[in-house]
């Protein structure tokens, strides 16, 4: 049978991913509810002084790196991440994300995941391309968690690691969509998330020919957005790489200029996984809309290059909700579930080119029943991104695994 002892070790993966997935966000949302108390002016030293000790717990315990160490660990270094810095990961990420941060739980619970997959894989002492799977498996087990799309999950997994040469990977593909599945079900069985779309789009219903022409059109409004947000990404990145200080005064000034932001404007406050439905249940001004949006891609900008530690996709999916909002009000008779939705799609896909991983997660995640204009403004989105990879460790056209 085609069943054997490996899908069982790919199961037993996805299990501990779900298990590890459901323990984090069930801290997180406790010291985010805790941190919460804190509220007008105070906002501003909460986030400070969490940024601070974020920074110490990096200076102290352990730089984790970010998603380019993970990219470039999977393709270069045998497939094997490292757990040693797993404890810095999850103690800084819990504080930028539930303080307030603009970065989502995704990436951390992907690097911890995917460490886990290469522990278990060299307790069993498994190599090459078996232990680079099960550690691509771990991390679709994290990505998967936290999004309920496990087809979107393992997808993303294998994009995330080349824009171009995905294919590469295409013998963990399965590994990781067993393992998704497996880290879905545990998910959901602890804290019931994910069983259905967590955004409530308005219902979208394909009358008009022309809608595949307005995702595009959509996608390439969106597209320039993921440029500014690139361009805003590197200009302090920039700026805070002139301050040769010990990392926790760079995530201390990230915390004052986001709790600063965030004291002004609330919306902007957090990785937008709750904020996306106050923005869809609500009706805001467009000159709010706009404020709101330029505002959430400096702040998300702000947490990338200060030091904070966490996943941009979910804010990413924030500010395209944003933007589809400013397009329906400057123009009333679009459909405001197809500007959504499309730029959404495109805004991601510009910066972590994932166009197949992206169309997958947001039909999930919003409810959106047709995957083709999506696809579109996914496409969109990947075509006319920069030349070179705001994932710089995705870059390298003569790609060869080692």
């Not at 595949?212 to 990404?233: D, E, N, P, R, S």
């Amino acid at each position: 049978m085609v069943l054997n002892r490996t899908f069982f070790l790919w199961a037993l993966l996805g299990v501990i991913g779900g298990v590890i997935s459901g323990l984090y966000w069930i801290v997180l949302e406790l010291l985010t509810h805790g941190l919460a108390f804190f509220e007008g002016w105070q906002v501003i030293p909460t986030m400070a002084i969490a940024g601070f000790l974020a920074g110490l717990i990096i200076h102290l315990i352990g730089d984790p790196g970010e998603i380019n160490l993970i990219v470039n660990n999977i393709r270069f270094n045998k497939g094997i991440l490292d757990p040693k810095n797993n404890l810095s990961m999850i103690l800084s990420s819990l504080l930028c994300v539930a303080s307030g941060g603009s970065l989502g739980p995704e990436a951390p619970l992907v690097q911890v995941t995917g460490s886990t997959g290469s522990w278990l894989g060299k307790m069993l002492r498994l190599k090459g391309e078996e232990l680079r799977s099960l550690s691509i498996a771990g991390m679709a087990s994290g990505f998967t968690a936290l999004f309920g799309a496990p087809l979107g999950g393992s997808l993303f997994s294998l994009e995330i690691l080349h824009h171009r040469y995905s294919a590469m990977y295409y013998k963990a593909l399965i590994p990781a969509f067993v393992a998704s599945c497996f880290s879905y079900i545990i998910f959901a069985l602890i804290i019931h998330l994910g069983l259905g779309p967590i955004w409530d789009l308005p219902s979208y219903q394909m009358e008009d020919k022309y809608d595949f022409a307005y995702a595009v059109i959509f996608g390439v409004v969106a597209t320039a957005a993921g440029w500014l947000f690139i361009i805003c990404t590197k200009s302090f990145k920039t700026m805070f790489g002139k301050f040769k200080l010990p990392i926790y005064y760079k995530t201390l000034t990230g915390g004052l200029i986001l709790g600063t932001i965030a004291f002004y404007f609330p919306l902007t406050r957090y990785f937008g996984h709750h904020t996306i439905n106050d923005l869809l249940a609500q009706s805001f001004s467009l000159d709010l809309l706009i404020t709101v949006f330029i505002l959430k891609i400096v702040a998300i900008a702000i947490t990338v290059t200060s030091g904070w530690r966490g996943g941009f996709i979910i804010p990413l999916f924030f500010v395209g909700t944003t933007l589809g909002l400013i397009i329906h009000n400057l123009f009333p008779s679009t459909n405001v579930s197809l500007a959504i939705v499309a730029c959404m799609a495109a805004i991601n896909v510009c910066v972590t080119r994932t166009p197949m991983s992206t169309t997958i997660l947001l039909a999930t995640l919003t409810g959106f029943n047709y995957f083709i204009p999506i696809l579109f403004a996914s496409l969109t989105g990947y075509f006319l991104a920069p030349r070179i990879p705001f994932i710089s460790s995705q870059k390298d056209p003569n790609f060869n695994l080692p």
